[in-house]
Protein backbone atom coordinates (compact mmCIF):
# COMPACT_ATOMS: atom_id res chain seq x y z
CA UNK A 1 0.00 0.00 0.00
CA UNK A 2 1.27 3.62 -1.17
CA UNK A 3 1.57 6.08 0.96
CA UNK A 4 1.00 9.87 -0.29
CA UNK A 5 2.04 13.15 1.88
CA UNK A 6 1.13 16.29 -0.01
CA UNK A 7 3.51 18.70 2.05
CA UNK A 8 2.30 22.47 1.64
CA UNK A 9 5.60 24.84 2.15
CA UNK A 10 4.84 27.99 2.29
CA UNK A 11 7.29 31.52 2.79
CA UNK A 12 7.58 35.45 1.35
CA UNK A 13 8.24 36.99 -1.56
CA UNK A 14 8.22 33.93 -3.78
CA UNK A 15 10.77 32.50 -1.64
CA UNK A 16 8.57 28.80 -1.96
CA UNK A 17 8.37 28.58 -5.52
CA UNK A 18 12.38 29.42 -5.49
CA UNK A 19 13.14 26.29 -3.03
CA UNK A 20 11.35 24.28 -5.45
CA UNK A 21 13.69 25.31 -8.31
CA UNK A 22 16.41 24.58 -6.64
CA UNK A 23 14.87 21.68 -5.79
CA UNK A 24 15.02 20.60 -9.32
CA UNK A 25 18.08 22.36 -11.00
CA UNK A 26 20.16 21.05 -8.19
CA UNK A 27 19.39 17.47 -8.67
CA UNK A 28 18.28 16.84 -5.31
CA UNK A 29 14.35 16.21 -6.46
CA UNK A 30 16.11 13.77 -9.22
CA UNK A 31 18.43 12.14 -6.71
CA UNK A 32 15.08 11.69 -4.49
CA UNK A 33 13.25 10.31 -7.59
CA UNK A 34 15.70 8.05 -7.91
CA UNK A 35 15.34 6.21 -4.17
CA UNK A 36 14.12 2.80 -3.18
CA UNK A 37 10.40 3.09 -2.69
CA UNK A 38 9.66 6.76 -3.89
CA UNK A 39 6.71 6.59 -6.67
CA UNK A 40 6.47 10.36 -7.34
CA UNK A 41 7.77 13.61 -5.94
CA UNK A 42 6.68 16.01 -7.79
CA UNK A 43 5.93 20.23 -7.25
CA UNK A 44 2.81 22.32 -8.20
CA UNK A 45 2.23 26.30 -7.79
CA UNK A 46 -0.41 27.46 -6.04
CA UNK A 47 -2.80 29.49 -8.42
CA UNK A 48 -4.98 30.79 -5.55
CA UNK A 49 -1.99 31.18 -3.22
CA UNK A 50 1.47 32.49 -4.88
CA UNK A 51 3.39 31.96 -1.57
CA UNK A 52 2.45 28.25 -1.52
CA UNK A 53 4.40 25.57 -3.40
CA UNK A 54 2.67 21.56 -3.34
CA UNK A 55 4.75 18.60 -3.06
CA UNK A 56 3.26 15.00 -3.83
CA UNK A 57 5.47 12.78 -2.35
CA UNK A 58 4.70 9.01 -2.49
CA UNK A 59 6.17 5.84 -1.06
CA UNK A 60 5.97 2.39 -1.46
CA UNK A 61 5.63 2.05 2.55
CA UNK A 62 6.62 3.49 6.08
CA UNK A 63 9.87 1.82 5.14
CA UNK A 64 10.83 3.62 1.98
CA UNK A 65 10.05 6.70 4.32
CA UNK A 66 12.00 5.99 7.21
CA UNK A 67 14.93 5.36 4.90
CA UNK A 68 14.66 8.52 2.87
CA UNK A 69 14.26 10.65 6.49
CA UNK A 70 17.38 8.50 7.58
CA UNK A 71 19.28 9.52 4.27
CA UNK A 72 21.90 12.34 4.31
CA UNK A 73 19.62 13.78 1.40
CA UNK A 74 17.03 14.92 3.90
CA UNK A 75 19.81 17.06 5.50
CA UNK A 76 20.07 18.16 1.92
CA UNK A 77 16.33 19.54 1.75
CA UNK A 78 16.07 20.81 5.30
CA UNK A 79 19.16 23.31 4.66
CA UNK A 80 17.12 24.31 1.67
CA UNK A 81 13.83 25.00 3.79
CA UNK A 82 15.74 27.08 6.11
CA UNK A 83 17.86 28.80 3.83
CA UNK A 84 14.22 29.97 2.21
CA UNK A 85 12.63 30.51 5.87
CA UNK A 86 9.96 28.26 4.65
CA UNK A 87 7.27 26.78 6.93
CA UNK A 88 4.79 23.70 6.39
CA UNK A 89 1.62 21.86 6.39
CA UNK A 90 1.60 18.02 5.67
CA UNK A 91 -1.84 15.66 4.38
CA UNK A 92 -1.51 11.50 4.63
CA UNK A 93 -3.21 9.31 2.71
CA UNK A 94 -3.31 5.69 2.41
CA UNK A 95 -3.40 4.85 -0.97
CA UNK A 96 -4.90 1.14 -1.19
CA UNK A 97 -5.03 1.07 -5.04
CA UNK A 98 -7.26 2.70 -7.86
CA UNK A 99 -9.77 4.72 -7.83
CA UNK A 100 -12.92 3.28 -7.13
CA UNK A 101 -16.07 2.50 -10.23
CA UNK A 102 -18.04 5.44 -8.95
CA UNK A 103 -15.71 7.90 -8.87
CA UNK A 104 -13.95 6.64 -11.61
CA UNK A 105 -16.98 7.30 -13.62
CA UNK A 106 -16.43 11.54 -12.69
CA UNK A 107 -12.39 11.13 -14.58
CA UNK A 108 -12.66 12.00 -17.98
CA UNK A 109 -9.60 10.46 -19.62
Do not use: C
Not at 28 to 52: Q, V, W
Not at 61 to 85: C, F, G, N
Not at 95 to 100: I, N, S, T
Request: glycine share 4%; hydrophobic share 40%.
Amino acid sequence: MSITVNLYYTGKNGRALKFAREMEESGTASAIRAEEGNEKYAYFASLDDPETVLLIDRWRDQAAIDAHHDSPMMQTVIALREKYDLHMRAERFADAGDVPEQDAKFIRK
